[in-house]
């Protein structure tokens, strides 16, 4: 930020933040040890007092952001920001600016229950490892990072949580952004009837293991919003793979099954198809 900016309050936020216009007119959020201190709405803040702005596309986001602002520590804050910068360049994806707010809502939540002797576990955090250790890297950074500025003692249980929140940012669609609970348990719940039906382990650094979970991932999403392939007339190909992939063909009936009883989903011939194809590849060295 230049040092020529001017910046004029228009809500104090508390004595260390306050939503401000710069020269451009754009609202922003400033925040500073004391910037606000003594001043009122019109008045200009102290340039050099500034340590952070930040500015949201979204007005939405920004106002629930500035929401935040007012009960989190400055120090919360900066960390949030640092973790979403690593994720930033570790996932190389594009995140939904809802983020900043679900991330630093987060890890205040998560300092004041450490603080308080409340450690939640996770029961699909090693789930979550597997299927999504990009973002789980990130959820370890992120609890070595607010471990050592919070002076707190968060575990893996918090990694996992903390990756949710990135793998819900990624979703474009906002009415995919909350799901990754969910389809972590459906790709967990499918890949256990393929290990029970094979009696077997699998390679999970295979390349077909990562296809396979990969397939069950957008399978997933598709389940939860009740959303199908645009059906094509595979009957005749789901015959032939009958034939030739018979195991894996019974193994994919048998998520159909489960799916439509659990999900009142029903798994079309196309569906059907692709999972038993996925199925066979995992399993053809078996």
Not at 6 to 14: D, T, Y
Not at 70 to 81: G, L, N, T, W
Not at 111 to 139: C, H, I, M, Q, T
Not at 263 to 277: C, H, P, Q
Request: glycine share 4%; charged share 30%; aromatic share 10%.
């Amino acid at each position: 930020m230049n040092r020529g900016d001017h910046l004029k309050i228009k809500r104090a936020l508390n004595n260390n933040a306050a939503i401000a216009t710069n020269h451009n007119d754009v609202v922003v959020l400033v925040m500073g040890p004391g910037i606000t201190f003594g001043k009122k709405a019109g008045e200009t803040v102290d340039i050099t007092k500034v340590e952070k702005t930040l500015f949201l596309n979204d007005k939405e986001t920004m106002n629930k952001f500035t929401d935040l602002v007012i009960d989190v520590p400055m120090d919360q804050i900066e960390v949030a920001e640092r973790i979403i910068n690593f994720a930033k360049m570790k996932i190389g994806k594009k995140l939904d600016e809802i983020i900043y707010v679900n991330l630093t809502d987060h890890i205040h939540m998560a300092v004041k229950r450490a603080r308080d002797g409340v450690l939640l576990s996770n029961p699909l955090k090693w789930d979550v490892a597997r299927f999504y250790p990009d973002e789980f890297a990130v959820g370890t950074k992120a609890v070595e990072v607010i471990n050592q500025s919070q002076q707190v003692n968060l575990a893996d249980d918090e990694a996992a949580f903390i990756a949710i929140h990135f793998i819900n940012a990624e979703s474009e669609d906002s009415s995919q952004q909350n799901q990754a609970y969910e389809v972590t348990k459906i790709i967990k719940e499918c890949e256990d009837i393929v290990k029970n039906f094979f009696n077997t382990e699998f390679d999970e650094q295979s390349l077909n293991y990562y296809r396979f979970i990969t397939h069950l991932k957008f399978f997933a999403q598709r389940v939860l919003q009740g959303k199908h392939y645009d059906d094509e007339d595979d009957d005749d190909l789901l015959t032939t793979l009958e034939h030739r992939y018979a195991k894996p063909f019974s193994c994919s009936q048998k998520i159909q099954e489960y799916i439509s009883d659990k999900y009142d989903f029903t798994i079309t011939s196309s569906e059907l198809l692709y999972l038993t194809v996925h199925i066979s590849r995992l399993v053809k060295d078996l």
